[in-house]
């Protein structure tokens, strides 16, 4: 059975910095790309970011470049999200997304789409305070 553990998120003031952590079990983390996800009050879940199976290549939204660094450890099966300068318009509940593939069912390297991740945390929320 896959599981993502994420790290609890929290509150904190504008500008100020909280870094994510994802676990993952039961999968083969290093044949995984892996994705943060956000989802608003009243909006539609997004990519945040997304790091390749070997952490080689990396993507992010517009809204957070240079901002937010996505990493990954293999040796501890760990994703994680760096957010710096943070705003109030970063809050959101936070998702881990792993292990990405196309409707065929083969494992991509990377991918942004929602529709294409397999596995999913339950989510955390990061608040951010003007």
């Known amino acids: 059975q896959v599981r993502l553990v994420e790290s609890r998120g929290g509150l904190v003031q504008a500008g100020g910095s909280l870094r994510l952590s994802c676990e993952v079990s039961?999968?083969?983390?290093?044949?995984?790309?892996m994705a943060w996800f956000r989802q608003a009050p009243g909006k539609e879940r997004e990519i945040v970011a997304a790091i390749s199976r070997s952490g080689g290549n990396t993507y992010y939204t517009d809204s957070v470049k240079g901002r937010f660094t996505i990493s990954r450890d293999n040796a501890k099966n760990t994703v994680y999200l760096q957010m710096n300068n943070l705003k109030p318009e970063d809050t959101a509940v936070y998702y881990c997304?792993?292990?990405?593939?196309?409707?065929?069912?083969?494992?991509?390297?990377?991918?942004?789409?929602?529709?294409?991740?397999?596995?999913w945390g339950r989510g955390t929320q990061v608040t951010v305070s003007s």
């Open positions: 997304a792993a292990d990405a593939r196309n409707r065929s069912g083969t494992r991509l390297i990377m991918s942004t789409r929602l529709d294409e991740y397999a596995y």
């Open positions: 039961g999968r083969t983390f290093g044949t995984c790309a």
